[in-house]
């Protein structure tokens, strides 16, 4: 997904997560295409986390912590972690937070096509990159969360934009 959108090895990543189950199996392919990948084992020393470990909330902390001052993020996920994260990126950065949030139903079907060739599923990816950002700009309709749209429609005209 993240190479169709055009992330190549030289992009610096940073997988927020708990413990991945058989992570040298199943991380192995995303760390040869990405070999900047980074996870919170890899960025502190062992004795830095020793704190952490056993509390799953403070682990989730560093996660949070180092992807609110992300460039890009990027979620796969519902759930109040990448909610919260989004409308924290979207108030800290005055609504243009880059994020990524691609629909898992256009997702699947790209994934699912065994036949599909490179630029077609580069294309759709392309797609799920241009939805997202046209939704990382949008204002907060009705039902949308507070906490994932935390600032009012009218913000532009309060700074005078």
């Not at 708990?18 to 392919?29: C, F, H, L, Q, V």
């Not at 084992?41 to 062992?46: E, K, P, R, V």
């Not at 990448?82 to 880059?98: E, I």
């Amino acid at each position: 997904m993240l190479r169709g959108m055009g992330f190549d090895n030289t992009t610096f990543l940073y997988v927020a997560s708990g413990k991945i189950y058989n992570a040298a199996k199943y991380m192995g392919p995303l760390r040869r295409m990405f070999p900047l990948l980074q996870t919170k084992d890899t960025l502190a020393l062992s004795e830095e986390l020793a704190e952490f470990e056993g509390y799953s909330s403070r682990l989730a902390a560093l996660d949070y912590t180092v992807c609110v001052q992300s460039e890009v993020f990027v979620t796969t996920q519902g759930g109040n972690f990448p909610h919260f994260l989004m409308g924290h990126r979207r108030y800290l950065l005055g609504g243009n937070a880059k994020t990524i949030k691609p629909d898992k139903r256009k997702l699947v079907l790209s994934f699912d096509d065994p036949n599909i060739r490179w630029s077609r599923f580069k294309h759709h990816m392309l797609e799920i990159l241009h939805h997202s950002d046209i939704r990382g700009i949008a204002f907060r309709k009705p039902n949308d969360s507070i906490y994932t749209f935390p600032m009012p429609d009218c913000m532009c005209q309060q700074d005078g934009i």
